[in-house]
């Protein structure tokens, strides 16, 4: 009993320190945070429950016009930023506020999923006291809510009042149409702003992303000389377009695979005598028989690095490797541009130390800078090159991209407080 009253006494004095590490007006803002958490999970329900997938237009307008009302509610303008047709995208949603006071924060999320009309769809479930279940939870609807929490608890106290603030939820981060095209508008708006801060998922309170591997893509075509198969591997048949597409991939794997932050992956094969590929869909059909060589094949797949040296340089070996072809056989790799890499800069990192701090004093402890190589790619890298930004500041979970994704309902309070800080310190 002693001993658990002086643990009790020590908890209550280290509590006693960190609280006297915030201001009067930070502790008005945490209590705030606590009086809307019950809208707060309303309508994080409510914008889960509508499927966005990227090529679902009309669902991905929907949640945007669900976050029209909202933002108009606390004082933002809105609008929704309009893609070419043959983007065959939905668009992308704005809500700003100018002013003359403080840093100008661009904050960054996106509206789609990667769960489509037709896949089966999981609602938001609370399955107990600490974790909830549904599309798009903490990848990333569950940050998008987050970020609009943290500026509605500063908004009712009057701390958003001079200060410019853009929030740009991309309609098509999971699966954009035309990158050069749909962030055009997204880059130049952020230029114009001083910090960006990314609502992507959250790993735990103890770490903060400052650098994000890019992503780009690759397609393998390989041919060969169509035969019967009895006269594989000779000298006039060769080894057709599917031996050739092996060999490329297995040398890949030996001569590439173990670099730091470098990955290349393919997604998705087809072989045969005839084959047909959906560049919209991804679907794919291919004929042949077994005693028949393999006339064509295709390869897709990604690649992702940090840094253009590792992209380039990587390319260039995929490109020697495809070279060497079998006998009878010939092939061709294209690559195609995505997402940049996000550079750990001096500029993230002095984000990071003051998230650092500012987590220390409310009694969450310390938090670092990740393993870039932990994190996919991510829309904070296109504007990356041109402004100070950190990401991973949303909702934290599991299962990103599988049907059972969850949220942790146990943190996510905590993770709205510690961003609503986080943006009133960087604003004053």
């Not at 896949?119 to 909830?132: E, G, Q």
């Amino acid at each position: 009993m002693k001993n658990l009253f002086l643990s009790l006494a020590f908890f209550l004095i280290v509590s006693i320190g960190f609280a006297q590490k915030l201001s009067p007006e930070e502790k008005k803002l945490i209590a705030e945070v606590e009086k809307n958490y019950a809208s707060t999970l309303a309508l994080l329900e409510e914008v889960v429950n509508i499927n966005s997938g990227s090529l679902n237009k009309e669902g991905v307008k929907a949640v945007g016009d669900v976050f029209a009302r909202e933002f108009q509610k606390i004082g933002f303008e809105t609008e929704w930023v309009e893609l070419p047709t043959e983007v065959n995208r939905a668009g992308h949603f704005v809500a700003t506020r100018k002013g003359s006071k403080g840093k100008k924060i661009f904050i960054i999320g996106h509206l789609d999923t990667v769960f489509e009309k037709d896949m089966p769809f999981t609602p938001y479930t609370i399955l107990n006291d600490s974790t909830a279940t549904g599309q798009g939870l903490n990848d990333m609807k569950g940050g998008d809510v987050m970020a609009f929490a943290s500026l509605k608890a500063l908004h009712d106290l009057g701390y958003l009042e001079d200060r410019t603030i853009t929030v740009y939820y991309n309609g098509d981060e999971e699966r954009s149409g035309n990158e050069d095209i749909s962030r055009r508008d997204f880059i130049a708006r952020a230029k114009n702003h001083d910090l960006a801060l990314a609502y992507e998922t959250a790993q735990g309170f103890s770490t903060v992303t400052v650098a994000r591997r890019g992503s780009s893509g690759w397609r393998l075509k390989t041919s060969g000389r169509q035969s019967h198969s009895s006269g594989v591997f000779r000298e006039s048949t060769g080894y057709g377009a599917i031996y050739e597409a092996a060999r490329i991939l297995t040398e890949f794997r030996e001569e590439l695979a173990g670099e730091q932050y470098l990955t290349f992956n393919p997604g998705q094969i087809i072989g045969g005598s005839d084959i047909s590929y959906d560049e919209i869909t991804g679907a794919g059909e291919a004929l042949g028989k077994t005693n028949i060589v393999a006339r064509e094949a295709l390869v897709t797949g990604d690649l992702r690095f940090l840094g253009e040296e590792q992209k380039e340089r990587t390319r260039a070996k995929m490109q020697e490797i495809v070279d060497r072809n079998l006998n009878q056989t010939d092939a061709e790799i294209t690559f195609k541009d995505g997402i940049p890499s996000m550079p750990p800069t001096e500029g993230n990192l002095r984000l990071a130390k003051i998230l650092n701090e500012l987590s220390i004093d409310m009694g969450y402890g310390e938090v670092k800078p990740g393993d870039p190589g932990s994190r996919g790619a991510g829309d904070v890298s296109y504007v990356a090159d041109y402004l100070d930004a950190i990401d991973g500041l949303g909702a934290s979970g599991s299962g990103a991209h599988a049907p059972g994704e969850t949220i942790r309902l146990n943190e996510y309070p905590n993770l709205i407080k510690r961003s609503t800080l986080l943006i009133y310190r960087l604003t004053r």
